[in-house]
Structures are given as C-alpha cells and as structure tokens.
Antibody, heavy 118, light 111 residues
Framework: QVQLVESGGGLVKPGGSLRLSCVASGFSFNAHYMAWIRQTPGKGLECISYINRSANMTNYTDSVKGRFTISRDNAKSTVYLQMTSLRVEDTALYFC???????????WGQGALVTVST | QSVLAQPPSVSGAPGQSVILSCTGSSSNIGAGFDVHWYRQLPQTAPKLLLYGNKFRPSGVPERFSGSKSATSASLAITGLQSDDEADYFCQSYDINLNGVIFGGGTKLTVL
C-alpha cells in the first residue's frame, strides 16, 4: 500500500538546522510531484515547498525562501527538506505529500514534528 | 487569516446533509484553478477527499460531492455519520501569491 514516512524532526535552537526526509513506497514516486506542507494550530496548513517530477523546478513560500531547500532522489524514492536558520515560528508538524497532478496532494505522510525553541 | 475562507464549524444530525463552503477570489478559484478537499481525522494526516472540484478518489463514498461556482466551492455531505466528524480543508492555487493555498478548515460535528 501507499506509504510516505517522514523522519528527521526534533527539537532545535533558533538559528539551527534540520534535514527532513520522506521515503515513499507503494506508488511510482518519479511520476509524482512532491511537497512539504506544515501545520500549526494558529496558521493551519501551509504548503512551504514543492518540487516537480524531474527536480528541475521548485517553489517556496516567501517565509522560507533562502532558508529551506527541497530536493528529491528518485532512485531512492525520497524527498528531502533542508532547513537552516530556523526560527521559533517554524515550529510545526511537517507533512510530506505527493500528487499525480500538479498542485494536488493524493498521498500524505504521518508528519514530523519540528520544534524550534531555546 | 487564510486566503480561502471556510466557516470554522458546521454541525448536523446523523442522516442529515451539510454543505461546507470555501470562498476565494478572482486570483484563485475565480481564475479557474481547481479546488481540492481534504479530510483530517484527529491526530492523523489530511487525506484527499475530492479533487478537481468534484471528483472522488477511489474509495470515497458517493455521499461526498463537490461543486465550484465563480469564486467559491462547496463540499456536500449527505447521510451524515458519526465518523464524518473531522476537519475539512479546501485547497487551490493563487496566481498573485504564486503558491498553493489552503482554507483554514471547517470542523464538522455530528450531533
């Protein structure tokens, strides 16, 4: 069955870095667009980054531009989110999600909690 | 404050029908971008419920239907069941923001 499994979350101090990974199985990973979407009680769901099938196009929401980098390895069926210069407001549950069609999310992982705090 | 506006809560009795609204603008829904709906049960990830305004993924019952008009979209649920209690989110794309947008979500309570 379809699975997206995130890892790499945790507690980090402001200014620190984390790398999230998301391993996919049960579907044709290289035929799907992938995204990272975060959720907080206050801001709801926010799509912070997405990447196309061949990894030659990426997009970032303004609040993470220049700090976060999305990438994918189709051979490993894995999408990554490198997060640097983390801020308290980056604290959230981070989901990876994938879709056959652009801007649609057919599958979601269970989420990885990132807490940025002193 | 979300670009797509959803009522925070909606309720209905078992067996009844409810309609959840999602109101956007000319730069997203009104620009022709599709609306997708997701359901999130407590402590779980969102799950695709409807795509392309009205299409159901495999396994989603016909009780769930969607429509889109001008700058808004709706999700209708008929024959409410207790396990329909969840948060429902709409999602589209905004050409001015150049990004994916979500509604703030509607919490459905089955009385």
């Amino acid at each position: 069955q379809v699975q997206l499994v995130e890892s790499g979350g945790g507690l980090v101090k402001p200014g620190g870095s984390l790398r999230l990974s998301c391993v996919a199985s049960g579907f044709s990973f290289n035929a799907h667009y992938m995204a990272w979407i975060r959720q907080t009680p206050g801001k709801g769901l926010e799509c912070i980054s997405y990447i196309n099938r061949s990894a030659n196009m990426t997009n970032y929401t303004d609040s993470v531009k220049g700090r976060f980098t999305i990438s994918r390895d189709n051979a490993k069926s894995t999408v990554y989110l490198q997060m640097t210069s983390l801020r308290v407001e980056d604290t959230a549950l981070y989901f990876c999600a994938g879709g056959r069609e652009w801007l649609r999310f057919d599958y979601w992982g269970q989420g990885a909690l990132v807490t940025v705090s002193t | 404050q979300s670009v797509l506006a959803q009522p925070p809560s909606v309720s209905g009795a078992p067996g009844q029908s409810v309609i959840l609204s999602c109101t956007g603008s000319s730069s997203n829904i009104g620009a022709g971008f599709d609306v997708h709906w997701y359901r999130q049960l407590p402590q779980t990830a969102p799950k695709l419920l409807l795509y392309g305004n009205k299409f159901r993924p495999s396994g989603v019952p016909e009780r769930f239907s969607g429509s889109k008009s001008a700058t808004s979209a709706s999700l209708a649920i008929t024959g409410l069941q207790s396990d329909d209690e969840a948060d429902y989110f709409c999602q589209s794309y905004d050409i001015n923001l150049n990004g994916v947008i979500f509604g703030g979500g509607t919490k459905l309570t089955v009385l």
